[in-house]
């Protein structure tokens, strides 16, 4: 590589933004322009010094990363990379970070290797998609909304759904907002329906004769 890799790092736990850019500025490579505990801070700021590259987490207050990574895209487009790192490691938070255009979406526990690597990967243009994300084209859904949608069809409520898979009623709310949206409906009437339709939950006349 001709120079160094610019990089700006965006994270509100100051412990691990200092391990972070320690790690980084040992790679001879990589050039840490500032840090930023506060996304407002760094969209007010980040033009006066653009970076290469923004390492950014996912989870802030005031504003998540998914909507500073859509609205620093919307401005700088290409000439901008990014890298996510997050706690959540959903298959929806996967795919909407790919759609706003991050190069990588990695766990905030990955090894500093490959969050080097993923910075030296997007400087030559290489978006770094977990495996997960591949199977998911073919798989409609999830493991666990097929479980949440199989109990939607058993005409179970959120509150026992909740229960029977040892998750909060929210995160049931969460998964049944993507099953709506992956499926291209509105109700749960339409989900059970369409997951008929589509094999999800075996065939109707089999699921009647069971009951």
């Not at 850019?21 to 996304?39: A, M, N, S, W, Y």
């Not at 999830?142 to 949608?149: I, N, W, Y």
């Amino acid at each position: 590589m001709q120079s160094r890799i610019s990089v700006i790092l965006l994270d509100d736990h100051p412990l691990v933004l200092d391990g972070l850019k320690r790690r980084l500025e040992q790679d001879p490579d990589i050039e840490v322009l500032r840090t930023f505990g506060d996304p407002l801070e760094l969209l007010a700021e980040i033009d006066n010094n653009p970076p290469d590259v923004l390492v950014m987490d996912i989870a802030m207050p005031r504003m998540n990363g998914f909507e500073l990574g859509k609205t620093l895209k919307e401005k700088h487009g290409h000439s901008l990379k990014i890298i996510a790192l997050s706690g959540y490691m959903y298959d929806e938070f996967y795919k909407k970070a790919y759609e706003i255009g991050v190069h990588a979406y990695l766990s905030k526990q990955s090894p500093y290797p490959q969050i080097i690597n993923a910075i030296k990967q997007s400087m030559l243009g290489h978006a770094l998609v977990a495996e997960k994300m591949w199977r998911a084209e073919s798989e409609p859904l999830t493991r666990m909304e097929r479980e949440v949608l199989r109990r939607v069809a058993e005409e179970k409520t959120n509150k026992e759904i909740a229960a029977e898979l040892f998750i909060s009623q929210r995160t049931v709310e969460y998964h049944l907002t993507s099953i709506h949206q992956k499926l291209g409906v509105k109700s749960r009437i339409g989900a059970v329906a369409k997951g008929y339709e589509k094999g999800l939950l075996g065939s109707f006349w089999e699921s009647s004769e069971e009951r």
